[in-house]
């Protein structure tokens, strides 16, 4: 069936770079997505992806798509103490989007 | 900006009431969504519908029934709440159509049964 696989938690330090990783199942996927979750609150779109396209850039943050591998990362550049939250990745699946479980990003100053 | 309102931040209801959460979107998006967050276990999808008066059951859809009466407005309704069911309830709404369409969320609203 169609699944979502990421790790649960992420440490860096403020200044580096972060990079939180995703696999998903459904080949048939057109689009992958990114959203972040502060506390309390809802998710927030963050970026999304083609599947016909490898990378996007979207000013801090870059996304790698790996359509072989079915493997998805986003990356933070310069990660700063707002960007501490809960990361989800999501397919639109057959009929539905499928999350992954989320990754806890913490950002040590 | 797309806004999706969910009525109520924190509620308390007790075991055995019908409890009822709305949300609203003002984007007039085709689809809506209930899904319930969970420690561990991400966002699991209650119940969805892709038009009024129309409803698909997402992957746990039991103990919890919806309505869409309008197309902006869609209901969640514990029929009769459990301690189990105590979790945060997120709507979502997306457009109709093409799949690049993401889906924009509520801030959420945290249920504690007791």
């Known amino acids: 069936g169609e699944d979502v696989e990421q790790s649960l938690f992420l440490s860096v330090r403020e200044g580096d770079s972060s990079v939180i990783n995703c696999t998903y199942t459904d080949s048939s996927s057109t689009y992958l997505y990114w959203y972040k979750q502060e506390p309390g609150a809802g998710l927030q779109l963050l970026t999304y992806i083609f599947s016909n396209m490898d990378m996007k850039q979207d000013q801090r943050l870059t996304v790698l798509l790996n359509k072989k591998d079915k493997h998805l990362s986003l990356r933070i550049a310069d990660t700063q103490t707002g960007d501490s939250a809960i990361y989800f990745c999501a397919e639109r699946g057959t009929y539905k989007y499928i999350f992954g479980t989320g990754t806890r990003l913490k950002v040590l100053a | 900006d797309v806004k999706v309102t969910q009525s109520s931040r924190y509620l308390v209801k007790r075991t055995g009431e019908k409890v009822f959460l709305e949300c609203v979107q003002d984007?007039?998006?085709?689809?809506m969504f209930w899904y319930r967050q969970d420690p561990g276990l991400g966002l699991r999808l209650i119940y969805f519908s892709y038009d009024v008066k129309m409803k698909e059951k997402g992957d746990i859809p039991e103990g919890y029934s919806v309505s869409r009466e309008k197309k902006e407005r869609f209901s969640l309704i514990l029929e009769s709440a459990s301690t189990n069911q105590t979790s945060m309830y997120l709507c979502?709404?997306?457009?109709?159509?093409?799949?690049?369409?993401?889906?924009?969320f509520g801030d959420g609203t945290r249920l504690s049964i007791l």
């Open positions: 979502a709404s997306s457009e109709g159509g093409q799949k690049s369409q993401p889906q924009h």
């Open positions: 984007m007039d998006h085709e689809n």
